[in-house]
Structure formats: structure tokens, C-alpha cells
């Protein structure tokens, strides 16, 4: 079965470009939550969705941050200008269920960015 | 202070030993709990939930101290597997989700 997918899985870009990452839930779940990790904050919630709807996006840090649940099956999380603070890996995961908090996480395998 | 907090380690322990690392909260009305394994440049993955009689799944041991606001995991006869960041994870009841920072563990053989 396919795990959690995400693109690309290595992005390297100049401070100022616009960066987009791309998520594919498992087949068949309801909710996807956008993740960041950094050595120096762990594992830091951005935004989740239950049924392509944003529930919580309090953890995006500022304006620059958006992300887009066009369909069950699709997900972006874009940045735009990219700063080089904002360098870390990003993870998507999916749960199955509706009250998706209390889920258990299938995380994909991660999208690092460097921004220079 | 911190929501969530875990000791970084690393802990560093023989084969065959046992380990155990706890995990503090500082909201009382925090409601669900869970340990998830993180390996190296690898995504975390569900070990196992925390219930509040206790849990046990094989070499594994849960425990939530709601007294206390902390949870545990005990690792029995580790194995060179076991190696990795073990992240704690507590939900609020404002449904919020906070990952500990994790601790790492190095068994040695």
C-alpha cells in the first residue's frame, strides 16, 4: 500500500523564491496535517484539515506561509519569499479518522528545504 | 516552561538493558497521550498509545502519572533496533496537538 507521499524530497532555493510543497495523502483518509521539524523547536504543527477543510492553521508562523487542501487526494504548503529561517523538514501526515487528533499519524517521508 | 518536555538525552545503554525516559505536561486537562519512534532522517511513526490504566506491548511498557502530568516508556532487553529519538506526544484538551522534543537512544553493543 502507498504511504503518504510527498514532493519533492529535497528543495534547495535563494531567499526570496517562492517554494511549494506538494503532499498526497493515504487513499481513503479524512484529515492531513503539514508539519515542521527543526533541531532547534522539534516538531512544530503548521495547519490540519478534516475533509479538505483548514481546522487549525494557529501554528503557521506568519503571511508568508499558506497551504491548500484542493481535494481529498492533494495537498501545498507554499512559502512565499522563502527566508532562510525558514530551512528545516517538513512533513505531511494522514490520519483515517474524523476526529483526526486523536489518530494515529502516518507521516510521509519528508520534504528538506534549504533556503540560502 | 515548556508544554511538552522530554530529557534530549542522548541515552547511551548496553544491550540487553533496560531504559526508561519519561515525558512532562504541564496541562493538567490534557486528555490523549502517545510515543512515537523517529530513526534517523526518517518520519516518526506510532510506537504505541499511552492509557491510563498502563500499556504494555511486548519489550514496550507505557505509563501516564496524571498526578504527576508526566508519561513514561520502558524499554525491556533493548535491542541495537531500538536505537532512535523516541518522541511523546500530548493532546490537549483544546485538541491541540504538542510533540516533545524528543530523547535519542544509542544502544551499544
Known amino acids: 500500500d502507498a504511504g503518504v507521499i510527498q514532493s519533492p524530497r529535497h528543495e534547495v532555493t535563494e531567499m526570496g523564491q517562492e517554494v511549494t510543497l506538494r503532499c498526497k495523502p493515504i487513499?481513503?483518509?479524512?484529515?492531513l496535517f503539514w508539519y515542521r521539524q527543526t533541531m532547534m523547536r522539534g516538531l512544530e504543527l503548521l495547519i490540519y484539515f478534516n475533509n479538505n477543510v483548514p481546522i487549525d492553521d494557529s501554528g503557521m508562523p506568519e503571511d508568508r506561509f499558506s497551504a491548500k487542501m484542493p481535494n481529498a487526494s492533494f495537498s501545498t504548503l507554499k512559502i512565499q519569499p522563502s527566508e532562510p529561517r525558514d530551512s528545516a523538514v517538513y512533513f505531511c501526515?494522514?490520519?483515517?479518522?474524523?476526529?483526526?487528533?486523536?489518530?494515529?499519524?502516518?507521516f510521509g517521508p519528508g520534504t528538506r528545504l534549504t533556503v540560502l | 516552561r515548556k508544554e511538552v518536555e522530554q530529557d534530549p538525552g542522548p541515552f547511551n545503554v548496553p544491550e540487553g538493558a533496560t531504559v526508561a525516559f519519561n515525558c512532562t505536561y504541564s496541562n493538567s486537562a490534557s486528555q490523549s497521550f502517545f510515543w512515537y519512534r523517529q530513526d534517523c532522517r526518517k518520519e516518526p511513526k506510532l510506537l504505541m498509545s499511552v492509557y491510563s490504566s498502563g500499556n504494555e506491548d511486548g519489550r514496550f511498557t507505557a505509563q501516564l502519572n496524571r498526578a504527576s502530568q508526566y508519561i513514561s516508556l520502558l524499554i525491556r532487553d533493548s535491542k541495537l533496533s531500538d536505537s532512535a529519538t523516541y518522541l511523546c506526544?500530548?493532546?490537549?484538551?483544546?485538541?491541540?496537538?504538542?510533540f516533545g522534543s524528543g530523547t535519542r537512544l544509542s544502544i551499544r553493543p
Open positions: 506526544v500530548v493532546i490537549s484538551s483544546a485538541s491541540k496537538i504538542i
Open positions: 487513499s481513503g483518509h479524512n484529515s
Open positions: 501526515a494522514s490520519t483515517p479518522g474524523t476526529y483526526a487528533v486523536t489518530d494515529t499519524q502516518y
